[in-house]
């Protein structure tokens, strides 16, 4: 009888949940079944850890026989629901760290005994009750289920024992046990030879314990798949069904047998009687209507070939309880029932009476069991009603469960129906038919062996290896069962043996003959399977039904062209080019195999070739809106962004044609249905892919060259036709963002969250948004959940030192694009990012060491380093004051990529700083031309216009970019660029000597107060007050000025003015020896790196060694980590985490701002710090 399912409303609870229900359990008035199954599932719930005292009080509780003293009905039921709770602390004690030793063992099977006592006690005294009964028929009245409970208790604790005891030597000790005067002194005998602890496990033991443990694993984890167990079952259970089976009249005469038959266990076969004990409990978790067909029958076929009453009666107790769950299972089983009892009454109506009273039994103790367990629980009804939506309830019963199992009967290669399937190693089953065929085109490809369906490769011996699925061939014998298969058999040949039609034969031109054989060709049922699989971008099925069709028509240019579509879709790129140049030696005036070329060569990165091959199919074809595509996307790929536009423009230019076709169409089509005349059919339809393919990789191109406007114009065209595409909406929402359309981006994003909520990218993006614009906290929330989603993505870290620079978290900054690079070392906005930080910190030699890219590592030719050497030229410039290498640097990156805009506003300042000022204002204008709305473009053109002279364009300019600031006016970066705009224009106005205009920019720009920004406008405003003539405020701006250190060019010209105007006023005072030193100061003022780095000058040379060494294997346990980071991985688990971390500070001890290993404690402590979640346990701790 099952008593196993939870009654699902139970909610988690803990230790001190746990002493509750056990408290209850004591207590014969109080305890419910309810309270069992809330215990047993919180001993099954292996993410429940439950204290090793807990389960110790569990198990103490649960193994006191003393808590049953009477026997009745209800008794017995509760009494197996107590034992399989009992089962499930038995194994929960099993998993976890306590061992059970020899004296709580001895203990346990002394009380096992007991339960055993109890039950045959209960026999003897029912037995009295019902004497008119024979000693067979009471048999029948027995719960099987007890017995075998109590059996395999026995041995799963005598099994648990021996794996914390590996030896044979155990000492015996004898079961001092009073024996029970109501059962008689052999069974008293058979009891304590039975729970000895020398009494060996059952033979058959572990392979039920095996059967257990998936179960075990499938109630924990909802990814595991049932089928995995049901083949197990059916495996399991076929052997069974295979060994002799016994007379049907050779029910065991002992009533205890079934506890004490333990020196021949093959009597009762516990085996088969425990895999429809696993079965069962499985169909009452299982919400698949397909699996509790399949375990349905592997009960049915246990019930008609049962060696005795044991199995017999489980099998009714399965049939029973899966018939309740479905009213189509129901149906059937009254159908198998009825089946059944006929073909025992053509035997022996004895038999007949006997089966009939059997089930009666049966039945009765489930509507008892159904009351005491299901008491006020609608969980049955769920159950059912659940399953129930999946079948039409006019449907009869008999098409259904057919339907379910020639489903499964069919295999997904060949589509027809098979009797052996074979499971491949990656774990899809295959008929053996197809598996033999496929072998043999493998074979003579000369590859190994790959599933149709995943693409895996295995050596053929792993195939043979297998083998043939048990549960397959006894679903396939029930199907014959249910429904002459014959009957559903179409006329096609099967896998392997596809005849080409007839051909009628007659003496039409070629052309004809070829139409004909193209429609026979598309009449065949392989070509139609062909098509869908390709459809449904099944290719390894396509391919196998295109083979077939080339065996038959090996010259069809349509046929060879399909198959090398789909071959190129799976990888296997030159098979695809061998059947493309074969259609091309059939017909090279079609363009299709020209185009699929093409495509081919462009995936294989062979771009010379694919443009040669997509131009002929052009030549051949000018409007072929996939030819002019494929063009398009290789001229992409070659960095011929001009060209591939062009192509784009000529393909999307087309579909406006079209749709302007398909729109004068509709107006005639409208008028001649007024004057009721036939309507005219059009062929205009529109071919979508191309054209949304075509507006995807042409908003690309233009977001690279910053051309936003036109990149909304293309997506809004683009989820026209694709409301839903979560690309174009992801880049729709970064184009609004960069166009300061900050409300438009974020509910773009909203939409593209609305597809899958758990989009880590579109969530990261969505973070950025919301910081730009103020909303702290809702930013740090999205990109801690971005990171939980997806740890081990580098780029999410920049982002987060993109969000924490927002709100001017420089340091923090700092250390998120430190970890960035742990994790991910090409990502490049990471690098810019640490540049800025180290900029605005004013760390120039910390950057230096950390940034500095030596030449040798770049490619001259490479079009993806060009901001390699624009970085190099910024850190050259602005960290090195080598000026003329960085004019260097900066000529060749725009000669390798003349759109980066960066490019020509670092060069352009650099014009700036060296006087250059018409090379500066050609670089700059370029630059705004580029990327017309970024404020920082014009904050710098307004500097160049000031040294110039050009006052009143600085002004103007300078407006345009304080109008141009986004998001947030008090964000880190619009501090930093308000600071600069108001010194600009401060600066700007002492020289138009608009003195009250100039001291309130400059007094706002020092009111910012941002870190490292402040001496500038103070310097300014000191030598506005000395134009004042306001003296004393100009010396103490002057000397506040000249306390901060000269760490770049910028400032040391700065400082070199407050000087010389210091020295002026001293003049005016006739100080002139304070004037003098000052004016002899400012001619030798340099900028000074602060390096913190320089303790490296003082170590011994084996100090030095000995630092490499420590940085060598620091950095091979950081690549070894990195090897397994996967999107959607916790990055380290906390082993390998203090290990790197503490091999990184072993360096920091001998230096501390070592300036390679400095970057990486930092990075990892403030992961410590801030993302402990992301640091998984150890195994060990």
């Known amino acids: 009888m099952d008593i196993i399912n939870e009654n699902g409303d139970c909610e988690p609870v803990n230790d001190q949940r746990v002493y509750e229900l056990i408290d209850r359990i004591r207590n014969c008035d109080s305890r419910s079944s309810s309270d069992y199954f809330s215990l047993k599932s919180l001993l099954e719930d292996h993410s429940n850890l439950l204290s090793n005292n807990v389960l110790e009080t569990v198990l103490e509780v649960l193994s006191d026989p003393s808590i049953y003293t009477l026997h009745d009905e209800e008794t017995t039921i509760m009494l197996e629901l107590h034992l399989r709770t009992l089962l499930a602390a038995v194994y929960a004690f099993s998993c976890s760290e306590s061992c059970l030793k020899q004296n709580p063992r001895y203990d346990l099977f002394i009380r096992l005994m007991e339960f055993a006592k109890f039950q045959i006690s209960g026999d003897v005294l029912r037995s009295k009750d019902v004497e008119t009964i024979s000693t067979n028929e009471k048999i029948f009245m027995r719960n099987y289920n007890i017995g075998f409970l109590l059996w395999i208790l026995r041995d799963m604790i005598h099994d648990m024992y021996a794996m914390f005891n590996q030896t ?112 069962q409990e499985l169909a009452t978790t299982t919400q698949s209507l397909a699996n509790l067909v399949f375990i349905y029958y592997l009960a049915l076929q246990s019930l008609q070939n049962a060696p005795n009453i044991h199995i017999r009666s489980k099998a009714i107790e399965v049939l029973i309880i899966i018939s309740k769950k479905h009213k189509m299972l129901n149906a059937q089983f009254v159908i198998d029932f009825q089946d059944m009892l006929k073909v025992l009454r053509e035997v022996s109506s004895n038999h007949a009476v006997k089966f009939q009273k059997l089930f009666n039994i049966i039945s009765r103790r489930c509507l008892v069991a159904q009351n005491i367990i299901f008491h006020k629980s609608q969980f049955n009804d769920q159950i059912t009603s659940g399953l129930d939506r999946n079948i039409k309830a006019d449907d009869q019963s008999q098409k259904q469960i057919y339907d379910i199992l020639s489903s499964e009967l069919t295999c997904p290669i060949t589509q027809d129906m098979s009797e052996k399937f074979q499971k491949l190693p990656c774990g899809h089953f295959l008929s053996v038919q197809a ?185 051949l074809e000018p409007t072929n809106q996939q030819g002019l595509l494929t063009r398009g996307l290789i001229y992409t790929k070659m960095n011929r962004t001009n060209d591939a536009l062009k192509d784009f423009d000529t393909l999307l230019n087309l579909d406006s044609h079209k749709m302007i076709s398909s729109q004068s169409t509709s107006k005639i089509s409208s008028i001649l249905q007024m004057l009721h005349l036939e309507r005219i059919i059009f062929n205009n339809t529109i071919n979508k892919d191309p054209i949304v393919e075509c507006l995807r990789k042409r908003s690309m191109i233009y977001f690279k060259k910053n051309k936003f406007q036109l990149v909304k114009q293309d997506l809004d065209r683009l989820l026209y036709w694709e409301p839903k595409d979560r690309d174009a909406l992801l880049l729709r929402g970064k184009t609004h963002q960069l166009m300061n359309e900050f409300d438009l981006a974020i509910e773009d994003f909203d939409k593209a969250l609305t597809m899958d909520p758990r989009d880590s990218w579109v969530i990261n993006r969505r973070a950025r948004c919301l910081s730009e614009i103020g909303r702290r906290r809702e930013a740090i929330n999205d990109s801690n959940t971005a990171l939980k989603y997806n740890p081990s993505n580098g780029y999410f870290y920049t982002s987060r030192s993109y969000i924490v620079t927002s709100f001017g978290y420089l340091d923090q900054a700092l250390d998120y694009a430190h970890l960035a690079s742990i994790i991910d070392r090409s990502n490049k906005e990471n690098v810019y990012r640490r540049a800025w930080a180290y900029f605005h910190l004013q760390q120039y030699g910390d950057a230096i060491h950390d940034l500095e890219i030596p030449i040798s590592d770049l490619d001259d030719d490479d079009p993806e380093n060009a901001w390699k050497w624009s970085l190099g030229g910024f850190i050259l410039h602005f960290f090195k004051k080598e000026h003329d290498d960085a004019f260097t640097y900066f000529n060749k990156a725009i000669e390798l990529d003349p759109d980066l805009v960066d490019i020509y506003c670092y060069r352009g300042q650099l014009y700036t700083f060296c006087g250059e000022y018409d090379k500066a204002l050609q670089d700059l204008n370029n630059a705004i031309g580029i990327l017309s709305h970024e404020t920082y473009l014009y904050q710098n053109l307004g500097h160049l216009y000031y040294e110039m002279g050009e006052y009143n364009l600085a002004l103007e300019t300078l407006n345009n970019a304080e109008k141009l600031l986004s998001g947030y006016h008090s964000n880190f970066p619009n501090q930093i660029a308000r600071s600069r705009i108001l010194t600009y224009r401060g600066m700007t106005y002492h020289k138009l000597e608009k003195y009250t205009e100039a001291l309130d920019n400059l007094n706002q720009a020092i009111e910012i107060q941002v870190n490292n920004h402040d001496v500038v406008p103070i310097v300014e405003r000191g030598l506005l007050y000395y134009s004042m003539g306001e003296m004393d405020k100009a010396l103490i701006d002057l000397e506040e000025g000249l306390k901060i250190t000269p760490k770049n060019d910028y400032i040391c010209q700065s400082l070199r003015n407050a000087r ?35 303790t490296d000058f003082t170590l011994s040379k084996e100090r030095k060694d000995e630092i490499k060494q420590i940085i060598e294997v620091g950095n091979d346990l950081l690549r070894e980590a990195r090897a397994g980071f996967e999107d959607g991985k916790i990055i380290f688990d906390r082993q390998t985490f203090n290990k790197i971390l503490s091999q990184w500070e072993k360096v920091l001890e001998i230096e501390p701002f070592n300036p390679q290993s400095y970057p990486v404690v930092s990075a990892l402590r403030l992961m410590r710090k801030y993302h402990q979640d992301l640091i998984k346990p150890s195994p060990i701790d």
């Open 168 to 279: 044979s030597d155990i000492t015996v000790v004898d079961l001092d046990i009073v024996e029970d005067e109501r059962i008689t002194s052999d069974v008293n005998t058979q009891l304590l030879k039975v729970f000895n602890f020398k009494n060996p496990v059952s033979s058959w033991y572990s392979q039920w314990k095996k059967l257990f443990i998936i179960l075990q694993n499938l109630i924990n984890s909802k990814n595991l798949d049932e089928r995995i167990l049901l083949e197990q079952l059916w495996s399991y259970g076929l052997e069974e069904l295979k060994q002799p089976k016994d007379e049907w009249d050779d029910t065991i005469q002992n009533i205890n047998a079934l506890i004490l038959h333990g020196n021949d266990p093959t009597i009762a076969r516990s085996l088969w009687f425990g895999i429809l004990d696993l079965s």
């Open 1060 to 1094: 010389l105007c210091k020295g002026k006023i001293y003049l005016s005072r006739e100080q002139n020896i304070e004037a003098t030193d000052e004016i002899e100061e400012s001619k030798i003022l340099n900028s000074s790196l602060q390096n913190r780095w320089n």
């Open 435 to 619: 598996i033999e065929t496929w072998s043999d085109e493998c074979r003579s490809k000369e590859k190994l062996f790959s599933c149709c369906l995943c693409r895996s490769e295995f050596q053929f011996e792993e195939i043979q290896d297998e083998q043939i699925s048990a549960m397959h061939q006894g679903l396939y014998q029930q199907l014959i069962l249910v429904k002459d298969i014959s009957n559903i058999q179409n006329n096609m040949n099967i896998l392997g043996k596809l005849a080409p039609f007839s051909l009628i034969n007659s003496n039409q031109e070629i052309r004809g003959k070829k139409k004909t054989l193209g429609m026979f060709k598309k009449a065949h049922p392989a070509y139609s399977k062909a098509k869908t699989a390709i459809k449904e971008e099944k290719f390894p099925i396509a391919i196998f039904w295109l083979n077939r069709l080339l065996d038959n028509w090996p010259d069809s240019y349509s046929i060879r062209c399909e198959r090398a579509y789909a071959l190129q879709q799976l990888g296997d790129f030159h098979q695809s080019i061998c059947d493309l140049n074969i259609a091309v030696h059939f017909n090279p005036k079609k363009i299709q195999a020209w185009c699929l070329l093409g495509s081919v060569y462009h995936q294989m990165e062979n771009n010379k070739l694919a443009l040669l091959h997509v131009t002929k199919a052009l030549n």
